[in-house]
C-alpha cells in the first residue's frame, strides 16, 4: 500500500424519495476548501466544510435507480480511510501571502499542528532516504 493513498466514501442522496448509493474511491491528497472572505480558520473549519453535503442539480443531477430519472440530489464526502502520510491542499487561496498559511496552522488545534509538524518531518525524512 502506497504512503499517501487513503480511501474516500462518496455517500449520494435521492431528494425524491429515500435511495441513496455509496461509493468508495482512493486518494492521494486531500484537496480541503477554505471558506470565502474568512480571514483566518482551522484545519477542523477546513475538514468540517469539506464533509458538508453538496447539491446536485441542474446538469450535475444524479439518476436514481428507483425514481428511473435524473433527480436533484445531495452528494456527501468523507474519509473512509486515512493515509499513513495525509496531504493536505488547501484550495481557493485569495493571496500569495505565506502569512495567511502560518495564520491557518497557528489558529489550529495544537494537537493538528503537531500532527502537520510530524507530517512535514515525516516527508523530509522520506524524501533524504531516496536521494
Known amino acids: ?42 484545519l477542523q473549519d477546513c475538514f468540517a466544510d469539506f464533509s458538508t453535503g453538496s447539491k446536485l442539480t441542474g446538469d450535475e443531477q444524479w439518476y436514481c435507480d428507483k425514481c428511473e430519472k435524473k433527480v436533484d440530489a445531495t452528494q456527501y464526502l468523507s474519509v473512509y480511510k486515512y493515509p499513513p502520510l495525509l496531504m493536505v491542499l488547501l484550495k481557493r487561496f485569495k493571496t500569495r501571502s ?11 488545534n495544537k494537537k493538528y499542528f503537531c500532527t502537520f509538524a510530524i507530517f512535514c518531518f515525516s516527508i523530509l525524512l522520506t524524501f533524504f532516504e531516496f536521494v
Open 1 to 42: 500500500m502506497d504512503l499517501f493513498q487513503g480511501q474516500l466514501r462518496s455517500v449520494v442522496c435521492c431528494t425524491v424519495c429515500p435511495n441513496y448509493s455509496v461509493c468508495f474511491d482512493p486518494f492521494m491528497y486531500l484537496a480541503l476548501p477554505l471558506r470565502e472572505g474568512q480571514h483566518v480558520q482551522t
Open 98 to 108: 505565506s502569512g495567511t498559511f502560518f495564520n491557518l496552522l497557528k489558529n489550529s
